[in-house]
T-cell receptor, first 115, second 112 residues
Framework: GAVVSQHPSRVICKSGTSVKIECRSL??????MFWYRQFPKQSLMLMAT?????????EQGVEKDKFLINHASLTLSTLTVTSAHPEDSSFYIC???????????FGPGTRLLVL | GQSLEQPSEVTAVEGAIVQINCTYQ??????LSWYQQHDGGAPTFLSY????GLEETGRFSSFLSRSDSYGYLLLQELQMKDSASYFC?????????????FGTGTQLKVEL
């Protein structure tokens, strides 16, 4: 069964609105979760590392005030895309690292379309 | 910086064997992973190599040569369901070994 869930799976919103995406680790506690963005036919680009109990760490070029991350508990991280614009339309995927860090379990992804 | 290069597309027939190569540049290398992603789906873990050599898991095998900064994924007895994108990814000391940097991805098309 699924190890990581995401909600919603798909969202369409108007330009200027904010969208919250949830990522839940179903089988184990996760002090760290990762958020990726993937444009069509492209690779996964790491946006930020979500840390339980502390601030998220963002990759170079990712605006922390635009992509708000909250690691509310050991099983939940949320990504909020604030003031979304059409160029934010993408596939957003979260992942949870396995305990020995050899692999990551990915959520099913959230497809965001900003009109 | 880090970079991983893969062929963009590979086409093969059902039942054949295909090899997807990955060359990487990174510092403080820990290991190389391979992920499969079907259209619209989540990446799923296939294999991981930390040491040189071949790792076999069913129809899939993965090879690593750290001295050459090179690895490959070998898919045998290809099936139509293997049509997907395949990504190599490195773990390195950036971020304390927690992060993955993904390659450019290879779209595999399996034909009858």
């Amino acid at each position: 069964g699924a190890v990581v869930s995401q909600h919603p799976s798909r969202v369409i919103c108007k330009s200027g609105t904010s969208v919250k995406i949830e990522c839940r680790s179903l089988d184990f506690q996760a002090t760290t979760m990762f958020w990726y963005r993937q444009f069509p036919k492209q690779s996964l680009m790491l946006m930020a590392t979500s840390n339980e109990g502390s601030k998220a760490t963002y990759e170079q070029g990712v605006e922390k005030d635009k992509f708000l991350i909250n690691h509310a508990s050991l099983t939940l991280s949320t990504l909020t895309v604030t003031s979304a614009h059409p160029e934010d339309s993408s596939f957003y995927i979260c992942s949870v690292p396995q305990s020995i860090q050899e692999t990551q379990y990915f959520g099913p992804g959230t497809r965001l379309l900003v009109l | 910086g880090q970079s991983l290069e893969q062929p963009s597309e590979v086409t093969a027939v059902e039942g054949a064997i295909v090899q997807i190569n990955c060359t990487y540049q990174t510092s403080g290398f820990y290991g190389l992973s391979w992920y499969q992603q079907h259209d619209g789906g989540a990446p799923t873990f296939l294999s991981y190599n930390a040491l040189d050599g071949l790792e076999e898991t069913g129809r899939f095998s993965s090879f690593l040569s750290r001295s050459d900064s090179y690895g490959y994924l070998l898919l045998q007895e290809l099936q139509m369901k293997d049509s997907a994108s395949y990504f190599c990814a490195v773990r390195d000391r950036k971020g304390g070994g927690n992060k993955l940097t993904f390659g450019t991805g290879t779209q595999l098309k399996v034909e009858l």
